[in-house]
């Protein structure tokens, strides 16, 4: 095995690098095989022929060599060696002991092979003069097409096929396989091989959706939650941004569009236009907001803001001062004293003071003193200090109305009820898309 395997690798290494010397004795004896050998019979079927489930065939035992594979749009830039093994033994010359490589002067006997799709593959034949086994390699270099399910877009998952056809009675079965592709390939695309009814190499991988959350469904997403967060604005400002986010969900489902059928991108794009229509129809419907009105009764105060000046502070905190005592009061009409000195006066008693102290005698016209006019007046308000007007009446009580403006019942419960079925649909999508990726 390890022998054989070795040989292997030497044949290929001579096949890449364009190694086809002989020596004198190797073509002596080739030219000696090949001078009665005819290329348009088949081999014996003594040593190649295989019998299965649906009959016998010439067996053509195939190793594959997988060396690139990389996706493009709708398309796969594949490249292969396909190595096929049978037994000719005609070509048996026991004299030799090394593999010989065929010149393009001899023409053994060849499967038919025909590759679809791609170009006639480089070949290179090879025989072991041992035991005559031969060895054809072919060198596949081809750019696939690629199809895939419309309705999965943009989750679908790619497949290409590569096709060899042989004979009727002749079949291929791989029997290794080995990729010797770079890793990031190797995780990217995968490849399966079936043999009946004729060999089909398969290549699988998934589309870039990556890029179409980026430039669908995280822009919808935000577009909904704005038009969410405008349910707390004025309606003329709702009615707006809601008319805006439609017109940008239409422009981003037509510009995206690939397909003339149905896909998985539509579904989404069309659930966000149903429910903006949803919220939108709400908006025109129902109230845009409930003012609630709370009315209470609050005494007046003298704000701050306004306050008087430091004067009037003064007048206003002896008008104060005397509005808690009841024994400061005006004097009556009726005992008002003459003008004195061309001048009216007027004297405001305490309550703790029956007659003036340190009080200087101010003569007036008819010799009466102020200080005489202050007692009288003091002496005849007491007697009117039982019913005596106030000077100021008690405030009046002012009645506040405080306006609070929030969402009415009916649109908040209209709204819980898109959010619900918006989260529904969400997680319904998600599960759907995740089965997408997961089933070829």
């Keep these: 095995m390890i022998l054989s ?22 073509r002596g004896e080739l030219a000696r095989k090949f001078k009665y050998y005819h290329p348009s019979v088949r081999p014996r079927d003594k040593y190649n022929l295989i019998e299965t489930l649906n009959g016998t065939f010439f067996n053509l035992n195939t190793e594959i060599e997988l060396l690139q594979s990389r996706p493009l749009v709708k398309e796969i830039q594949l490249e292969l060696v396909m190595i096929i093994h ?36 480089q070949q290179s034949i090879h025989v072991d003069p041992k035991t005559g086994q031969m060895t054809v390699f072919y060198r596949i270099f081809s750019h696939l097409p690629c199809f895939a399910d419309s309705w999965k877009y943009p989750f679908e998952k790619y497949q290409c096929d590569l096709y060899f056809t042989t004979q009727q009675d002749e079949r291929i079965f791989v029997r290794r396989m080995r990729d010797l592709r770079p890793d990031n390939q190797i995780s990217s695309v995968g490849y399966q091989t079936e ?47 809601c008319v805006a986010a439609l017109i940008s969900i239409i422009i981003m489902q037509a510009s995206q569009r690939k397909y003339d059928q149905i896909t998985m991108q539509d579904l989404w794009m069309t659930g ?15 109230p845009s907001r409930r003012i609630i009105y709370t009315t209470f009764h609050t005494s007046s105060r003298i704000s701050p803001k306004y306050s008087p000046s430091p004067a009037r502070n003064r007048r206003k905190h002896s008008m104060d001062h005397s509005e808690q005592s009841p024994l400061m009061r005006y004097s009556p009409p009726s005992i008002r004293p003459k003008p004195i000195g061309g001048q009216n006066v007027y004297a405001y008693v305490n309550a703790a003071v029956s007659e003036p102290h340190n009080s200087a005698s101010i003569p007036g016209e008819d010799g009466q003193s102020i200080s005489d006019a202050l007692l009288i007046r003091s002496q005849t308000s007491r007697a009117y200090s039982s019913t005596p007007p106030p000077l100021h009446p008690p ?9 609070e403006v929030t969402i009415g019942t009916k649109k908040r419960i209209a709204l819980s009820v898109i959010l619900v079925v918006y989260a529904i649909f969400f997680i319904s999508y998600c599960i759907l898309v995740f089965f997408v990726l997961s089933n070829p």
Aim: hydrophobic residues 50%.
């Design 5 to 26: 395997s070795a040989v292997v690798f030497l044949i290929v290494t001579s096949f890449f690098n364009g190694i086809y010397a002989l020596t004198p004795e190797e």
């Design 86 to 121: 049978y037994l000719d033994d005609r070509l048996i010359m026991r004299e030799l002991d090394d593999v010989l490589t065929i010149p393009s002067e001899f023409k053994p006997w060849i499967p038919i092979i025909s590759i679809f799709p791609g170009k006639d593959p």
């Design 195 to 241: 043999e009946w009814p004729y060999m089909v190499f398969h290549l699988f991988f998934n589309s870039h959706w990556h890029s179409s959350i980026v430039n669908v469904y995280l822009p919808s997403i935000l577009i909904f939650s704005v038009v969410i967060f405008a349910q707390w604005k004025r309606r003329k400002i709702q009615i707006i941004v």
């Design 272 to 286: 966000i236009l149903l429910h903006l229509i949803a919220i939108l129809t709400i908006d025109l419907v129902l």
């Design 395 to 403: 405030p009046p009580t002012i009645k506040r109305q405080l306006t």
